[in-house]
């Protein structure tokens, strides 16, 4: 185990959140390899329930200002203490520049986060790390100013392909490295970079810990029977851009003799809309909607599947998913998957060799594929072999972890701890 006398501050939008796992599975593990983090978060959690691995962070957490006008005194005296920072005229400038182009009062929000957590940041820091290039980078990066510090940041997905491009090429101008979790981000944030060296490909990999492989037994449903009808199992929030109304869709068409039902595992803004979608095309009673869930959960939710399905598709503001971490966890448990090819979902599922790729935005590409992976049970036996092999083989957790971790260490052999005046 390496020696991080000094801490990293982790600036997240929100801790805990169900929907990120692959950020508490990392800091988790950077933990175990030795480095001393401290979280601050832009927002209070909202999920009801909390996963394990969340808990299991040993980590001092530090919520800012979700919102300025709340918390005026704690607003004043950050900026107080701030302004009086070599660093403030610069950081102050970044801003402003920042600001006429987006003039929005979340960025006026950006800029006050950061006074409270230059002011509030232990001097022990020697690094500041940001998951998300959009807010959280923000926040860090002005603050990381404020102080003289070097930032870095993981990219992900919607922050990648919604935040402008003027902004992207500054902070990759500006930050020490930044990593990211598809092959297809890097590709991206790397043409806009100044030196494409600083952004790195790193997976968020599987953590064989917590996903073990399962002991399945075929079911036998093929879609015949329809007292044992297959299970579908689909997990994600009900956003545009998990394709959900696709997927009603798609399931709509399927033949009227193939028998079969759907559990849906996730929370979001659209859950309502998309339960109307189903009562109107007759579906309500094959569909169980299971909310949000802790790993616990997932995981009994993966076991029981017959396949597991996700119609990721590009969302009208150009938000999409990365690679998403589920589709890792369902090949782990040996459940075959049928997915659409956008955006990073081909660097893993190889089309009729780790599962079933049809194009985004296509329900009958997607209804041919459900009705052959629920009627094919040798196809599924062998997809599931062979995504389950790929992913254990090629994305352990680990390998991204040495990266980080090597990232992280280099960085401390050259950091100098920020220092901030007396109150």
Known sequence: MADFPRSIAVIVKGWPRL???????????????????????????????VHAVNRALRAPIVYLPEYLWREPLRVWRGWRRARRLPGYPAA??????????????????????????????????????????????????????LRGLPWSASAHAKDIWTTPDWEKREKLAEAQWVVTCTASGRDHLASLAR??????????????????????????????????PAVLVSVGRAVEKKGYADLLDA???????????LLHVGGGPLLDPLKQQARRLGLDARIEWRGAQDQDGVLRAYRVADLFVLASRVAADGDRDG???????????GCPVVATAVSAIPE??????????VPAGDPPALTAALARLIADLP?????????????????????????????????????????????
Not at 20 to 49: N, V
Not at 202 to 225: I, Q, T
Not at 348 to 357: A, V
Request: hydrophobic content about 40%.
């Open 19 to 49: 929907s990120e796992t692959f950020i508490a599975q990392e800091l988790g593990a950077l933990e175990r390899r030795g480095l001393r983090l401290r979280l601050f978060s832009l927002r209070q959690p909202t999920d009801g329930k």
């Open 92 to 145: 102050r400038g970044r801003w402003l520049r920042d600001l006429m182009r987006d003039p929005t009062p979340n960025r006026g929000r950006r800029f006050g986060q950061a006074l409270v957590l230059a002011a509030e940041m232990p001097t022990d820091v020697a690094h500041l790390y940001a998951h998300f290039l959009n807010t959280p980078a923000s926040v860090a990066r002005y603050a990381a100013t």
């Open 195 to 228: 030196d494409p060296a600083r952004v790195e490909l790193v997976y968020h990999g599987l953590d064989a810990a917590r996903f073990p492989p399962a002991e399945r037994r075929p079911s036998g449903r093929d879609g015949r029977d329809p007292a044992n």
């Open 251 to 261: 399931l709509a068409r399927l033949p009227p003799d193939l028998h079969w039902r």
């Open 323 to 333: 690679l998403p971490n589920v589709l890792l966890e369902a090949l782990s448990q």
């Open 348 to 357: 893993l599922i190889e089309n009729g060799k780790t599962g079933l790729l």
């Open 379 to 423: 196809l599924r036996a062998r997809l599931a072999r062979t995504g389950e092999d790929r992913v254990r083989q090629e994305f352990p957790l680990e390998r991204g972890i040495d990266r980080l971790a090597a990232r992280f260490a280099a960085d401390e052999d050259t950091a100098t701890p920020g220092m901030l005046p007396a109150a």
